[in-house]
């Protein structure tokens, strides 16, 4: 069965300040990855994904992830926090058969100026 | 394109009654997905359809619980004889099968069962 867990239900960082937010998936197969966030009463955006090309993925708004299969791992990182980063992230694996998405619990990133 | 939409935004109810949520997906978005979302936890899977079928149902999904898509256009997903703990976040997604299948999600509707 596929998992993913997130390692830090809590991460504050101040503005300007590199972010990293910790995710490993389990997984009997190459899997695919995803990163979503979710801003207070705003539905889930998809911030990047990795589907076995590039290891290194980049996403929206600067946000980056790397794949590490030998520590099955799938961070998130950002140089430099921006206020409007603050909300959940969730880390994601896909189901081998039919897509469904396997969400992480959650990480909430708070921004302080 | 709109983007996926979901209606209503919210509801509230009494125990007891029945509630309907509808989704439309992306237009020619043939997987339509559901997902619960409770607070502070990420979503977990309900079911999917691909155009009419529903191919796949989560044990979460209890008999009071039915989804159809008829037409293979929008879905609803209905709740019968409510119970305060259905109370969620009722998120839909849609997607196209192939090879990046990637899923975009509505905006949910926020159920409350007083």
């Known amino acids: 069965a596929q998992s993913v867990t997130q390692l830090d239900s809590h991460v504050s960082v101040s503005e300007g300040t590199p972010v990293l937010l910790r995710c490993n998936y389990s997984s009997s197969y190459s899997p695919s990855l995803f990163w979503y966030v979710q801003h207070p009463n705003k539905g889930l955006q998809l911030l990047l994904k990795y589907t076995s090309a590039a290891t290194l993925v980049k996403g929206i708004n600067g946000f980056e992830a790397e794949f590490k299969k030998s520590e099955t791992s799938f961070h998130l990182t950002k140089p430099s926090a921006h206020m409007s980063d603050a909300a959940e992230y969730f880390c994601?694996?896909?189901?081998?058969?039919?897509?469904?998405?396997?969400f992480g619990q959650g990480t909430e990133l708070s921004v302080k100026p | 394109d709109t983007g996926v939409s979901q209606d209503p935004r919210h509801k509230i109810t009494k125990r007891g009654q029945n509630v309907t949520f509808r989704c439309d997906p992306i237009s020619e978005h043939n997987r339509l997905y559901w997902y619960r979302q409770t607070l502070g936890q990420g979503p977990e899977f309900l079911t999917y359809f691909q155009n009419e079928a529903q191919l796949e149902k989560s044990r979460l999904l209890s008999d009071r619980f039915s989804a159809e898509r008829p037409k293979g256009s929008f879905s609803t997903l209905e709740i019968q004889r409510t119970e305060q703990g259905d109370s969620a976040m009722y998120l839909c997604?849609?997607?196209?099968?192939?090879?990046?299948?990637?899923?975009?999600f509505g905006p949910g509707t926020r159920l409350t069962v007083l």
């Open positions: 997604a849609s997607s196209f099968a192939g090879v990046s299948d990637t899923q975009y």
């Open positions: 994601v694996v896909r189901a081998n058969q039919g897509g469904k998405l396997i």
